[in-house]
């Protein structure tokens, strides 16, 4: 099957670029992958997503993006996407899905990166319930409680700081004795009165009460192996994101991190036609709005790839 122009993924970047493609008559074919809408489906009530002064539910504003692209003509197929491989000859795309081979002249990747989680008992129903990997999103949530950040980079610090205006105390767990971020990062942090470090340490268990909100968690000394409770009701992961771009094999560029490399402030991928938006190709914002602005961008690009009359400058990678 031959196609314009073909979109991967469905969190707020995949279904933005759905909604402007489809606006551009590109009739684009969207793959929605396992987890339809993307990480925010995981999510309650979303506070910061401009237009919603008395807030959104994270389910609710995913469905509303994905029947506004339905709207104006995107299709969607429910498939998992397997690879994406390029003809040297003609320039096409192979998408290789769970159910069949599709042909397309451009493709965007939104697939998004997955937080790190502690692979525990129970994990996958407590996020959106008192685990999180998103302080900017949920930590206005948790005021005058304690929480807790799990990591020990920058990362875990900026959290840990950030929540400081919110909780009232932030515990922040690491494995070791003593922390990877930067010196002054890590200063600032330890010299928060907010911040209370909890060394050689992780996390063994967690704790609800009786409507399912995380109330505790057991903490394991990873020197001694003794065990002890902490009360917190919320645990935010800072243990880094695994962005979901193996299936593009070598037509992308990857950071030390593995998120996608665009070419200046574009869109486009080092593979003349292969576009990446939203948290796939984004290491440090990771928000609803900057991926949606993202996929914006990589639909507008993607135009202007495939329509010549509509070719004024894109940045394009160098030879």
């Not at 990480?39 to 237009?51: K, M, R």
């Not at 949920?138 to 929480?147: C, H, I, L, Q, T």
């Not at 869109?267 to 796939?280: Q, S, Y």
């Amino acid at each position: 099957m031959n196609e314009k122009l073909i979109i991967i993924g469905t969190g707020p970047a995949g279904y933005t670029a759905a909604i402007y493609a489809a606006r551009a008559d590109l009739h684009p074919l969207v793959f929605t992958g396992g987890q339809i809408g993307g990480q925010l489906t995981t999510t309650t009530e979303v506070e910061n997503f401009p237009g919603f002064p008395e807030g959104i539910m994270g389910p609710e504003l995913m469905f509303n993006m994905s029947q506004q692209a339905e709207k104006h003509g995107a299709r969607f197929a429910y498939e998992e996407v397997l690879s994406v491989t390029q003809e040297a000859c003609s320039g096409l795309f192979t998408v290789t899905t769970s159910g069949g081979a599709y042909q397309a002249e451009a493709v965007i990747m939104a697939t998004g990166a997955r937080a790190r989680y502690l692979g525990l008992e129970g994990e996958a129903e407590l996020v959106g319930h008192g685990l999180t990997a998103c302080a900017t999103c949920d930590g206005a949530f948790y005021r005058d409680v304690p929480v807790c950040v799990v990591g020990g980079g920058d990362s875990a610090c900026e959290e840990a700081n950030f929540l400081t205006r919110f909780a009232s105390k932030v515990y922040l767990i690491h494995r070791r004795d003593q922390l990877r971020a930067s010196k002054a990062m890590q200063q600032r942090t330890l010299e928060n009165p907010k911040v209370e470090p909890v060394w050689n340490s992780t996390i063994s268990a967690y704790h609800t009460d009786e409507k399912g909100e995380m109330s505790s968690i057991t903490l394991r000394n990873t020197v001694d192996g003794t065990e002890s409770e902490l009360e917190v009701k919320c645990v935010f992961m800072a243990i880094g994101h695994t962005p979901v771009s193996n299936f593009a094999g070598d037509l992308v560029e990857r950071d030390e991190a593995g998120f996608v490399v665009t070419m200046g402030a574009g869109t486009a991928t080092k593979t003349p036609g292969l576009f990446a938006a939203g948290d796939v190709a984004d290491p440090t914002y990771r928000q609803a709005i900057s991926a949606a602005g993202m996929g914006c961008r990589a639909a507008m690009d993607a135009e202007r790839y495939l329509l010549p009359a509509n070719k004024f400058p894109i940045l394009t990678p160098v030879p």
